[in-house]
T-cell receptor, first 111, second 115 residues
Framework: EAQVTQNPRYLITVTGKKLTVTCSQNMNHEYMSWYRQDPGLGLRQIYYSMNVEVTDKGDVPEGYKVSRKEKRNFPLILESPSPNQTSLYFC??????????FGPGTRLTVL | AQTVTQSQPEMSVQEAETVTLSCTYDTSENNYYLFWYKQPPSRQMILVIR??????QNATENRFSVNFQKAAKSFSLKISDSQLGDTAMYFC????????????FGPGTRLSVLP
């Protein structure tokens, strides 16, 4: 089954404790992206990657890091999480110029 | 930079009726795609319909159709014969086709279909 998976689905952590949210896709898509969803703001792009070792900032990259060492994986790293990063996070993948396929989302709470 | 506006934060419609969700966008690009995504309470993002800017014909997918007005930068979604399962958040999204992957979403419209 073609899918995008994210782990964990739910995470509660404390300020300053480094965390990683994993994302994996099995569709051999070149493009992958990370979004955060906040009420009234829709989805905002954090980072995206156009292929292995090629990443670029989206609209809200501050406080986040990403890496793309393999085509199928695109982890999101919060090195020092803060409460304003409490949000719902989505990973997505696509082939260039086509619709994005989304993961199930990760609900992150930073205390 | 591109922006996407959805001016209706919430809407409701009676089952079997027709409803139209509005979306406007601002861009200097000439080639781009527009999308409507649905997010039911499960939070899963589901593609409803897409439109290529170079196509003049409006896209249609079963009960879902769009009214794409390129000059006005308007991209509304019409849902015919509304069903209870259409209850969801609906997001309008813009994607440019030049180098990069700038995907911009609107703030969303919460649609409730009433029995």
């Amino acid at each position: 089954e073609a899918q995008v998976t994210q782990n964990p689905r739910y995470l509660i952590t404390v300020t300053g404790k480094k965390l990683t949210v994993t994302c994996s896709q099995n569709m051999n898509h070149e493009y992958m992206s990370w979004y955060r969803q906040d009420p009234g703001l829709g989805l905002r792009q954090i980072y995206y990657s156009m292929n292995v070792e090629v990443t670029d900032k989206g609209d809200v990259p501050e406080g986040y890091k990403v890496s793309r060492k393999e085509k199928r994986n695109f982890p999101l790293i919060l090195e020092s999480p803060s409460p304003n990063q409490t949000s719902l996070y989505f990973c997505a993948s696509n082939i260039p110029g086509d619709e994005q396929f989304f993961g199930p989302g990760t609900r992150l709470t930073v205390l | 930079a591109q922006t996407v506006t959805q001016s209706q934060p919430e809407m409701s419609v009676q089952e079997a009726e027709t409803v139209t969700l509005s979306c406007t966008y601002d861009t200097s690009e000439n080639n781009y795609y527009l999308f409507w995504y649905k997010q039911p309470p499960s939070r899963q993002m589901i593609l409803v319909i897409r439109q290529e800017a170079y196509k003049q014909q409006n896209a249609t997918e079963n009960r879902f159709s769009v009214n794409f007005q390129k000059a006005a930068k308007s991209f509304s979604l019409k849902i015919s014969d509304s069903q209870l399962g259409d209850t969801a958040m609906y997001f309008c999204a813009f994607m440019k086709l030049r180098y990069g992957q700038n995907f911009v979403f609107g703030p969303g419209t919460r649609l409730s279909v009433l029995p």
